[in-house]
Each structure stands twice: as structure tokens, then as C-alpha cells.
């Protein structure tokens, strides 16, 4: 398994601007995943981050909106960019290999509140 | 499309209830189910998981699920359920969809457990 954290762990922001939310894991992977979960919905995945290459963006989901960054294999970072009371969700980062088999860990979240 | 759907939005139990937890699944490839759960205030965490073999699994905390391939489901149960079983539950799949491997939520389970 792997200790995820995340930062900030909550946060309330003023539309237009943007807010980056760290993610740091305990030791080195391969693949990290950022996530969505919009009030009493699923979570839905935004994309994938492989460090040393772009991240892997869903469909519906841009690197305008969302830039990511993944400088190294312990962290990554999610911006969300441009906010409107629509982006209010909690955010989850999580760890893990892709491929058959491969379950994902995940961090406590962020939970973004846009007025 | 691929989907997840748990039929269960709300449960509420007394103490020593039997639990079922439906799941049922839209993909004709080859899948790995998931039950993860989320307790009050903290992360997403892994209860079990069916990759192959015996389609009877079991988890922590005295949970098991069974994985009925010809019903595409995944019901997740445990016969007597606690106060501390408290929490979300998320039925989740990892199939293959284009080059990648997605991992697909459901839309979550909140189980209250009354003393």
C-alpha cells in the first residue's frame, strides 16, 4: 500500500480564480490518477499523470481547465483553473499501476467549495 | 458505454442486520471488481477485490462479495453488520477501455448502522 496525502484538505474560493491542490505519496510510483466527486455523485476520473510525460486528460475534461504537473515519482499537483461554482467537487488523487489486477490507493481529498 | 450502477442510494440497519449491497456492471471484457469504502472522514480504502478464480471473495471486517459473471454483478454482504460498518460503500471496475485500463465507480452506498 501507499500513505497519500493531500494539500489543502479543504478550501473556499472566489470564481475566476484558481487553486492548485498537492499530492504526495510515502514512497515512488508509477502512475498517479486524479479524480472528481461532484456532490452525491461517483467519482470520475480527469486524468492520468505519468511522470516525464503529459498527463492523460478523460474525456471532457482539458489541460486548459486542469494543468497538471508531475515532476517526480513521490508528487503531483492539480490546478484548477478559471473556477465556477460548477468545479465545486472533492478532488482525490490516487496511486496505482495500471493493467488487470491493480487496485488503486487513494488520498483523503481535497474539498473545493467555488462561491 | 461502460457503467457501474449500485442500486442502493441510502441503507439503514439495526445492529446484527444481515447486508446486501447490489452492483451490477456493463462490460462484456475482462474485468477486476472492487469494493472499496469510506468511512466518516477518512480515505477511500479497499474492503476486497475479485481479479479470477474462486468468485466468492472475502475482505476485512467480515465482509465477502460474489462476483456472477452471467448477472455482471458484484454484490458485496455481510451477515451481521456493526455500528462501525458506518460509511460509503463504492463498487468500482477496472476493464479495459482503448489502451488503458479505467478503473469505474459507482454512485456510492451510504449505510447507516443504528445501535
Known amino acids: 500500500s501507499a500513505v497519500i496525502s493531500q494539500k489543502p484538505s479543504r478550501d473556499i474560493c472566489q470564481r475566476g480564480t484558481s487553486l492548485t491542490i498537492q499530492c504526495q505519496v510515502d514512497?515512488?510510483?508509477?502512475?498517479m490518477f486524479w479524480y472528481r466527486q461532484q456532490p452525491g455523485q461517483s467519482l470520475t476520473l480527469i486524468a492520468t499523470a505519468n511522470q516525464g510525460s503529459e498527463a492523460t486528460y478523460e474525456s471532457g475534461f482539458v489541460i486548459d481547465k486542469f494543468p497538471i504537473s508531475r515532476p517526480n515519482l513521490t508528487f503531483s499537483t492539480l490546478t484548477v483553473s478559471n473556477m465556477s461554482p460548477e468545479d465545486s467537487s472533492i478532488y482525490l488523487c490516487?496511486?496505482?499501476?495500471?493493467?488487470?489486477?491493480?487496485?488503486?490507493?487513494f488520498g483523503p481529498g481535497t474539498r473545493l467549495t467555488v462561491l | 458505454a461502460q457503467s457501474v450502477s449500485q442500486h442502493n442510494h441510502h441503507v439503514i440497519l439495526s445492529e446484527a442486520a444481515s447486508l446486501e449491497l447490489g452492483c451490477n456492471y456493463s462490460y462484456g471484457g475482462t474485468v477486476n471488481l472492487f469494493w472499496y469504502v469510506q468511512y466518516p472522514g477518512q480515505h477511500l480504502q479497499l474492503l476486497l477485490k475479485y481479479f479470477s478464480g474462486d468468485p466468492l471473495v472475502k475482505g476485512i471486517k467480515g465482509f465477502e462479495a460474489e462476483f456472477i459473471k452471467s448477472k455482471f454483478s458484484f454484490n458485496l454482504r455481510k451477515p451481521s453488520v456493526q455500528w462501525s460498518d458506518t460509511a460509503e460503500y463504492f463498487c468500482?471496475?477496472?476493464?479495459?477501455?482503448?489502451?488503458?485500463?479505467?478503473?469505474?465507480f459507482g454512485s456510492g452506498t451510504r449505510l447507516l448502522v443504528r445501535p
Open positions: 468500482a471496475v477496472n476493464a479495459r477501455m482503448d489502451s488503458s485500463y479505467k478503473l469505474i
Open positions: 514512497s515512488q510510483v508509477t502512475m
Open positions: 490516487s496511486v496505482g499501476g495500471l493493467g488487470i489486477g491493480n487496485e488503486q490507493f
